[in-house]
Nanobody, 119 residues
């Protein structure tokens, strides 16, 4: 069964840094796009950053210049390096992957990891 598991969230002060990781598992053949999204209470989930299998990246305007997405295709892992964090970055961060496995295909989500930035 395909699973995406995030790690690396936590509490950090304004201006600090965190690195999120997400590992995809489950007899995966290939992963096209991987990404990070975030959601705050009462709001829709929003795009943070995405990266393709050939490392083409896309960022939300609000994080450009502060966040960096990367991936290790051999490990089916995507990372999000978050620098110069602001209180408005506080959210639950979700990993997302568009993938093909031996038994299924489609878009999968992780369970989410909380990031809290204190002012």
């Amino acid at each position: 069964q395909v699973q995406l598991v995030e790690s690396g969230g936590g509490l950090v002060q304004t201006g600090g840094s965190l690195r999120l990781s997400c590992v995809a598992s489950g007899r995966i053949i290939s992963i096209n796009v991987m990404g990070w999204y975030r959601q705050t209470p009462g709001n829709q989930r929003e795009l943070v950053a995405t990266i393709t299998s050939v490392h083409t990246t896309k960022y939300a305007d609000s994080v450009k210049g502060r966040f960096t997405i990367s991936r290790d295709n051999a490990k089916n892992t995507v990372y999000l390096q978050m620098n110069s964090l602001k209180p408005e970055d506080t959210a639950v961060y979700y990993c997302n992957a568009d993938l093909l496995s031996w038994t299924t295909s489609g878009t999968y989500w992780g369970q989410g990891t909380q990031v809290t930035v204190s002012s």
